[in-house]
């Protein structure tokens, strides 16, 4: 009996102990996940402001490794920047097997602003592939700093990224079908990590691409943002901005299926948001 009051005192104490712990704090930046296409001038004040770029004790970066020519993209998105009131405006290309000092890594930490250019999303992830680069982007995302990217710069915020590479070498182009193990994956820098993001969606009809993802991946929300169109994170909320749409797709684990290597799914819920509108990030 003695023993039996002692395991049982022990399990009570177990679990007021791990019943009161804190719940992981939120970062206390934003995420501004631009679908691709033109920006809005509203929408590239925003981000202006929630960054207070209009203030010279602020700065803000561009990561332009997306791009096959970062200095332009790094021009384009500055000019946008500093015509619309932003000061302090810096290029950070890192080239692929760059060794970082130290000072650069704490430029990333400490910067109030961080945008991720247009381009081929595998490119970014290959020139940061072996440095500190997204750790330190996480720092500063969890610190305040608003992080942006619009496009290949918008895809690679989550953990698992989409590289618009085909697996099924008979699947016809243009992701025209719904089919077992088609869509490529790979390592994104996990800011985002509930969330797989697809880019220019209802303009360039990226539904069956997206579907297929989010099948074979039930514990993920799947977010294709449309052109001149972003998602706003804060938390775990995300409100929608801009001129277009974006759809969320949620699929409920065990609703998978394969036959003759076309996917299916009975579980699966579909959300068309407008601009204003806000859903959860959680799964």
Partial sequence: MKNFKTIVSFAIASF?????????????????IIGGGSRPESMMREMIEMAGLESEDKYGI????????????????????????AVNIYNFNVEQGEVLPESKLDSIRNTDFIYMSG????????????????????????????????????????SKMITGRQLQE??????????????????????LPTVIIDQH?????????????C???????????????A?????????????????????TP????????LLGSSGMKLSVYLPGDTFSVVP
């Avoid at 007021?16 to 501004?32: D, K, N, V």
């Avoid at 008979?170 to 800011?191: H, S, V, Y």
């Avoid at 065990?254 to 290597?261: A, I, L, S």
Wanted: charged share 20%.
């Fill in 16 to 32: 007021l102990l791990f019943s009161c712990e804190p719940a992981p704090e939120e970062p206390a930046g934003t995420l501004y």
């Fill in 62 to 85: 561009v990561l332009p490794m997306s791009s096959a020519d970062t200095d332009r993209a790094f021009e384009g998105m500055y000019e946008e920047l500093t015509e619309l009131g």
């Fill in 119 to 158: 381009g081929v999303q595998r490119r970014f992830m290959e020139a940061v592939e072996g440095t500190q680069v997204a750790e330190a982007m996480l720092d500063a995302y969890e610190n305040g700093a608003v992080i942006a990217g619009t496009s290949a710069g918008a895809a690679v915020m989550s």
């Fill in 170 to 191: 008979d699947a016809p182009d243009g992701f025209r079908t719904i089919q077992a193990e088609n869509i490529e994956l790979i390592d994104g820098l996990g800011l």
């Fill in 201 to 213: 969606f209802l303009w360039r009809s990226r539904m069956n691409r997206l579907v297929s993802v």
């Fill in 215 to 229: 099948i074979e991946n039930p514990e993920k929300i799947g977010a294709g943002i449309d052109e001149s169109t």
């Fill in 231 to 251: 998602i706003v994170v804060n938390g775990n909320q995300a409100r929608v901005t801009g001129e277009s749409q974006v759809v969320v797709i949620h699929n």
């Fill in 254 to 261: 065990g609703g998978f299926k394969v036959e003759d290597g």
